[in-house]
């Protein structure tokens, strides 16, 4: 999973778990974020299937 940290985020605990603040993370290919922009949405989803074509090639 990634993730972008907010400097300065908040923590909220609940019994042993930890929860830190974020900016953003991508889950099943999808990026959730504070200030949602499809546009860059877009453009991971593009750089990944690049990476995957440039893969294939390579058999």
């Known amino acids: 999973m990634d993730r ?3 400097s300065g ?5 609940r019994k042993k778990y930890e929860f ?3 900016e953003q993370f ?3 290919g999808s990026i959730f974020s504070r200030k949602p922009n499809i546009g860059e949405e877009i453009e991971a989803r593009i750089i990944a299937g690049n990476k995957c074509v440039a893969g294939l090639q390579r058999i």
Do not use: C
Request: positive net charge.
């Open 4 to 6: 972008r940290r907010i």
């Open 9 to 13: 985020g908040q923590v909220l605990k």
């Open 20 to 22: 830190e603040e974020i």
């Open 26 to 28: 991508n889950y099943l």
